[in-house]
């Protein structure tokens, strides 16, 4: 049995959830996002519960012994989505380099960070992007969408631990190692 699978899920006022099929939608005041979940899962919605509920059959979960993960995983996911269309989810990350820059060009992110040419990444529908001084922030609905985009900004440059200069997250702590020592007596 999942111990995530098993908890209802809690639909706030301003929130619509539409089933069909396999595919779960919802809709809130942040946009729209869909959730195609397994064939081994059943999800239901109750209009006067206000809840979502994510249930597998005794005879699934002791014939498949993925199931329980699916369960849980579908859970959490349609969760994260709700979150998502109310709250919305950010990263923030840090450019740090002497002249290293970062910007915002129509729908690209220019990166400045050591090369010869500056690295152009295109910003995915449905997120917004915005740039302070050094630091960037990575804002939408969807949690996997802003995740996935701030992960491969920090993979442009990651930091390294000598001089401490890269892309990285704001509150990600670079350990500094010591450089070669010069010179034995």
């Known amino acids: 049995m999942s111990r995530i699978g098993r908890k ?19 809709t809130g005041p942040l946009g729209t996002l ?13 209009e006067a519960e206000k809840a979502i509920v994510c ?3 005794e005879k699934t979960l002791a014939s498949n ?3 329980s993960a699916f369960w849980g995983t579908t859970r959490a ?10 709250k919305g989810y950010r990263k923030e990350m840090e450019v740090v380099g002497v002249g ?9 992110l220019k990166l400045t960070v050591g090369f010869a040419n500056p690295i152009l990444m295109p ?25 996935q985009f701030a992960s491969d900004m920090r993979a442009k440059r990651k930091p390294e631990p000598y001089n401490g200069k890269g892309i990285k997250y704001k509150e990600e702590v670079i350990k500094k190692k010591a450089g ?5 007596a």
């Open 8 to 26: 209802h899920i809690t639909v706030p006022a301003g929130v619509k959830v539409a089933i069909k099929d396999r595919t779960v939608s919802v």
């Open 34 to 46: 869909n959730f195609t979940h397994r064939p081994e899962v059943q999800v239901a919605y109750s």
């Open 55 to 57: 249930t597998v059959d």
């Open 65 to 67: 012994a993925d199931a």
């Open 77 to 86: 996911t349609i969760n994260a989505n709700i979150e998502g269309v109310t």
């Open 100 to 108: 290293w820059t970062a910007a915002v060009q129509g729908d690209k």
């Open 123 to 147: 910003i995915p529908k449905g997120l917004k992007v915005s740039v302070d001084k050094q630091f960037v922030k990575v804002e939408g609905p969807d949690k996997k969408m802003v995740g």
């Open 180 to 184: 070669k020592a010069f010179g034995t």
